[in-house]
């Protein structure tokens, strides 16, 4: 069964995924350190403090600085990502997690429901969605605004 993560605001609104790909794909894979799933511990206004844990993010224009929590899935917790349209306009990545990371996803999110989390490539938050539902049993889904963020979102997640 397929659940969902939606990026969105305390509203419940969604927002635009950013992404660190350019034109060009990449075509090697991520450094395992270089992707991470994180929680979001706190967020604030910039300027963001020089600090290890806390990430700028641009999230489509509104940018705020993110306190992450330490690594609950790195790379090796993926086996694969892809874009797909299930309607007209709703965008969305489905990622398919190994059992290691499907068992770290869902201790993350059990204690996450209406909070959000950080995914994490190249030293970057590419986004930054609310979870909705406490355990996982089969993909993630991760829902976006628009198309082009979130086709380059599932690229670089099936290159972690």
Do not use: W
């Not at 509203?11 to 979001?40: H, K, N």
């Not at 206004?45 to 330490?70: M, Y």
């Not at 997690?97 to 959000?116: H, I, P």
């Amino acid at each position: 069964m397929s659940m969902r993560i939606a990026s969105g605001l305390a509203l419940g609104l969604v927002l635009v995924a950013t992404s660190a790909c350019g034109d060009e794909p990449r075509v090697e894979r991520l450094p395992r350190q270089a992707f991470a799933i994180r929680p979001v511990e706190a967020t604030a206004a910039p300027p963001c403090e020089p600090e290890a844990n806390v990430f700028t993010f641009d999230n489509g224009g509104t940018v705020e600085c993110l306190q992450l929590g330490p690594v609950a899935v790195d790379a090796h917790g993926i086996a694969k990502a892809r874009y797909e349209e299930p309607t007209p306009g709703t965008h969305t990545v489905v990622v398919t997690l190994t059992e290691d990371g499907l068992a770290a996803f869902n201790e993350l999110t059990s204690k996450s429901v209406g909070k959000r989390v950080a995914i994490v490539a190249n030293g970057r938050v590419q986004t930054a969605p609310t979870v909705q539902e406490p355990t996982f049993t089969g993909d993630v889904s991760i829902t976006g605004a628009s198309e082009a963020p979130m086709r380059a979102l599932a690229t670089l997640l099936e290159r972690a």
